[in-house]
């Protein structure tokens, strides 16, 4: 069973360019869940998608957005990059009810560099 | 609003010693508690979960970790690690009433384990 998949793995861009990030879960999964990680400030939720909704939000600007499709893969995107973005982008997939293990599988990750 | 801290940042041991790696967590209602590691360059991989009964979990790699509600923690522990288990370790939390697979980290501990 194939895991979680992120693209790019590795990304180089200039402060006020936008930025795409692509995850297709685990089949199967259908909640999908964002987190940035950095140095300083750890792992931070931005958003969890579920069948096309976004469910909840973390506390980022509006500059952070995403979507998810039909076939649950999700995209986020950054808008007007700041040098403060640079982190490791990371999506997490989930079995698509409460009543399950709580558990979210990771992908490995995008990493994001902004010069 | 849950938190999770992570009381050791970094914790060096010798092959074949044991560890442990505290946590504790801030939350006024039941929760799902969850130790992941993280190795290089690599996503989040779950050690073990804590969603009711037994509070004495066990995990992959022969971790283990026991869930304290008076004293609101979830340590991890391993009687004797191995140069492998060099890794960051993440704590984290979940509510299961809240409708979200929504995760708090905690920082994180860096174990490193020395021949």
């Known amino acids: 069973k194939a895991g979680v998949t992120q693209t790019p793995r590795y990304l180089i861009k200039t402060r006020g360019q936008q930025v795409t990030l692509s995850c297709s879960p685990i089949s199967g999964h259908r909640s999908v869940s964002w987190y940035q990680q950095t140095p300083g400030q750890g792992l931070q939720f931005l958003f969890e998608?579920?069948?096309?909704?976004?469910?909840n939000k973390g506390n980022f600007p509006g500059r952070f957005s995403g979507r998810q499709f039909s076939n649950s893969r999700s995209e986020m995107n950054v808008s007007t990059l700041e040098l403060g973005d640079s982190a490791l982008y990371l999506c997490?997939?989930?079995?698509?009810?409460?009543?399950?293990?709580?558990?979210?599988?990771f992908g490995e990750g995008s990493r994001l560099t902004v010069l | 609003a849950q938190s999770v801290t992570q009381l050791d940042s970094q914790v060096p041991v010798f092959e074949e010693a044991p560890v442990e790696l505290r946590c504790n967590y801030s939350?006024?209602?039941?929760?799902?508690l969850f130790w992941y590691v993280q190795y290089p360059n690599q996503g989040l991989q779950l050690l073990l979960k804590y969603l009711s009964g037994s509070t004495l979990v066990k995990g992959i790699n022969g971790f283990e970790a026991e869930f304290n509600k008076s004293q609101t923690s979830f340590h991890l522990r391993k009687p004797s690690v191995h140069i492998s288990d060099t890794a960051e370790y993440f704590c984290?939390?979940?509510?299961?009433?809240?409708?979200?697979?929504?995760?708090?980290f905690g920082k994180g501990t860096k174990l490193t384990v020395n021949p």
């Open positions: 939350s006024s209602v039941s929760v799902y």
């Open positions: 997490a997939s989930s079995l698509p009810t409460r009543l399950d293990t709580g558990e979210l599988f």
């Open positions: 984290a939390v979940s509510d299961p009433q809240g409708g979200s697979e929504k995760l708090v």
């Open positions: 998608y579920f069948s096309e909704t976004q469910r």
